[in-house]
C-alpha cells in the first residue's frame, strides 16, 4: 500500500469539516415484516465534506497532484487527521473535488474517505 504525501505547496487549513458514515448494514426483511441487519464490513468508515480556499497556483500544484501522483483519486493519501487530535490520518477522495471561484482564488469542496488503519 503506497500512501502519497498532501503537496508541500498547498495549504492543509479546511474549512465546512461535516463528519458522516457510510452505511455499513445489509439488511434482509423476513414475510412478517421483520428487519434484521448484519455489518457488511468490520471497519464503519467515516466520509469527511471538507472545503479549501486557495490562490489559483496552489490550485493548479493540487490539480498536478491530484491528477499524476494519485491517478484521479485512485491513490491513498495523508492528511492532518480530520478528529483534530494532532495525528496524521490516511484518506482517499470519496468523489472527485468540485472547483469553483475566479478572481485569483478557488474555493474546492472535497469529500475524503477513511482507511483502516
Request: with cysteine.
Amino acid at each position: 500500500m503506497t500512501v502519497y504525501a498532501w503537496p508541500s505547496g498547498v495549504p492543509v487549513k479546511c474549512y465546512g469539516v461535516v463528519p458522516s458514515y457510510e452505511d455499513n448494514r445489509i439488511k434482509t426483511e423476513s414475510e412478517s415484516g421483520l428487519v434484521i441487519a448484519y455489518c457488511r464490513n468490520t471497519f464503519t468508515a467515516k466520509i469527511w465534506s471538507v472545503s479549501f480556499h486557495w490562490t489559483e497556483a496552489q490550485f493548479r500544484e493540487f490539480d498536478r497532484w491530484y491528477r499524476e501522483t494519485l491517478g484521479a483519486g485512485a491513490g491513498w493519501f495523508s492528511f492532518p487527521s480530520l478528529e483534530c487530535d494532532g495525528t496524521t490520518a490516511v484518506y482517499m477522495f470519496d468523489e472527485e473535488p468540485s472547483p469553483s471561484g475566479t478572481q485569483g482564488y478557488r474555493d474546492v469542496s472535497c469529500k475524503f474517505r477513511e482507511v483502516p488503519a
